[in-house]
């Protein structure tokens, strides 16, 4: 169970749009609808932003949009702002493994 | 809303068994929608899964620590627990427990608790 590949960061100015990618295999992201997007910021808990590939819970921006093809899953911040800045981990169903995360992406807001 | 909250010893020793409960409240357990999962993140790193149960006692667990984790329901008191056996300093981390709405989406998550495995 190989954890998901994801850039270790990305940037971004405000009001700019950022996509931050999340590799797996055909055994997870590729083979299920099932992948989440977590936002942390530094000594908080993960927060669910995306769910099932492309759905918000209530109460998280618009701004925030998830996409798959293939085996790769891609979460989209449009119209950046400062308080976007935080860590991101995406997250796949894996079948017999059951769950798997990928490394995490620092965004920075410049 | 449901809220869930971590308890148990900040410090374990060496080859010692790590503890862990997590507290439901604003909802039941028992509810039977969701599984109940423990996730991991050692200082400085990523997130990483350790497993999950479901009220009636079913679990899945990380293969890479499956052989040292048992994870344990007490619908009686709305809570689930975690045991970590002969623990090493690499076993240090903030230990989160979060409901899982299905397919690996966790969401919500007690606030962490930092367990330090140290002699």
């Known amino acids: 169970q190989s954890a998901l590949t994801q850039p270790a960061s990305v940037s971004g100015s405000p009001g700019q749009s950022i996509t931050i990618s999340c590799t797996g295999t055909?055994?997870?992201?590729?083979?299920?609808?099932?992948v989440s997007w977590y936002q942390q910021h530094p000594g908080k808990a993960p927060k669910l932003m995306i769910y099932d590939v492309s759905k918000r819970p209530s109460g998280v921006s618009d701004r925030f949009s998830g996409s798959k093809s293939g085996n790769t899953a891609s979460l989209t911040i449009s119209g950046l702002q400062t308080e976007d800045e935080a860590g991101y981990y995406c997250?796949?169903?894996?079948?017999?493994?059951?769950?798997?995360f990928g490394g995490g992406t620092k965004l920075t807001v410049l | 809303q449901v809220q869930l909250q971590e308890s148990g010893p900040g410090l374990v020793k060496p080859s010692q068994t790590l503890s862990l409960t997590c507290t439901v409240s604003g909802g039941s357990i028992s509810s039977g929608d969701y599984y109940w999962s423990w996730i991991r993140q050692p200082p400085g790193k990523g997130l990483e899964w350790i497993g999950y149960i479901y009220y009636s006692g079913s679990t899945y667990y990380n293969p890479s620590l499956k052989s040292r984790v048992t994870i344990s329901v007490d619908t009686s008191k709305n809570q689930f627990s975690l045991k970590l056996s002969s623990v090493t300093a690499a076993d240090t981390a903030v230990y989160y427990c979060?409901?899982?709405?299905?397919?690996?989406?966790?969401?919500?998550w007690g606030q962490g608790t930092l367990v330090t495995v140290s002699s």
């Open positions: 997250c796949s169903y894996a079948g017999s493994s059951p769950v798997v």
């Open positions: 979060a409901r899982d709405r299905e397919g690996a989406a966790f969401d919500p």
């Open positions: 055909s055994s997870d992201v590729g083979g299920y609808n099932y």
